[in-house]
T-cell receptor, first 113, second 111 residues
Framework: GAVVSQHPSRVICKSGTSVKIECRSLDFQATTMFWYRQFPKQSLMLMATSNEGSKATYEQGVEKDKFLINHASLTLSTLTVTSAHPEDSSFYIC?????????FGPGTRLTVT | TQLLEQSPQFLSIQEGENLTVYCNSSSVFSSLQWYRQEPGEGPVLLVTVVTGGEVKKLKRLTFQFGDARKDSSLHITAAQPGDTGLYLCAGAKPGANNLFFGTGTRLTVIP
């Protein structure tokens, strides 16, 4: 199957700082990637759709100025959590589309202290 | 309101037992995918079904897509401890490639 990587796998940052998470499709090109957030013992919540070469599409209730998404190439999308607060602590997962299937990265555990 | 409802939400069974997980919706999907997720990891794709009534088998796992493409089921035969995990169904609406995830079923298989 297709492989998607995320970096870092875990990050701890102080309140008020910004954190960048990278999502890469390793063996295929993806014009579309997705960013999800997952709270403990819950399902995945779609945050935004990342489109290569154009602006991301955000789901209702997701602040686009807080969660900056850049999809600069066909294999890389980044999510930057700006001015992070403790309530932003969560498990962030990206996925990349090939054909009609989505393949997920291993996730990034963000802890804001 | 969740577009896809899974049942049961939690399931704890003994090794060797059979089980079925259901994924239901009132919406039609062009495709439906099943994933398994381990704690602290991303979901891993198990199968994709695209045709109404389609049945796919993956070793001891049998997946079925409803005739009307609104629901799906996952049946596991002779469950093993390695089957433990969070099972997620996810559907794609016609003309779109974003997925709507189900509520999830957390399975525990006791040795």
């Amino acid at each position: 199957g297709a492989v998607v990587s995320q970096h870092p796998s875990r990050v701890i940052c102080k309140s008020g700082t910004s954190v960048k998470i990278e999502c890469r499709s390793l063996d295929f090109q993806a014009t579309t990637m997705f960013w999800y957030r997952q709270f403990p013992k819950q399902s995945l919540m779609l945050m935004a759709t990342s489109n290569e070469g154009s602006k991301a599409t955000y789901e209702q209730g997701v602040e686009k100025d807080k969660f900056l998404i850049n999809h600069a190439s066909l294999t890389l999308s980044t999510l930057t959590v700006t001015s992070a607060h403790p309530e932003d602590s969560s498990f962030y997962i990206c996925s990349a589309v090939t054909g009609y299937e989505q393949y997920f990265g291993p996730g990034t555990r963000l802890t804001v202290t | 309101t969740q577009l896809l409802e899974q049942s049961p939400q939690f399931l704890s069974i003994q090794e060797g037992e059979n089980l079925t997980v259901y994924c239901n919706s009132s919406s039609v999907f062009s495709s439906l995918q099943w994933y398994r997720q381990e704690p602290g990891e991303g979901p891993v794709l198990l199968v994709t079904v695209v045709t109404g009534g389609e049945v796919k088998k993956l070793k001891r796992l049998t997946f079925q897509f409803g005739d009307a493409r609104k629901d799906s089921s996952l049946h596991i035969t002779a469950a093993q401890p390695g089957d433990t995990g969070l099972y997620l169904c996810a559907g794609a609406k016609p003309g779109a490639n974003n997925l709507f995830f189900g509520t999830g079923t957390r399975l525990t298989v006791i040795p």
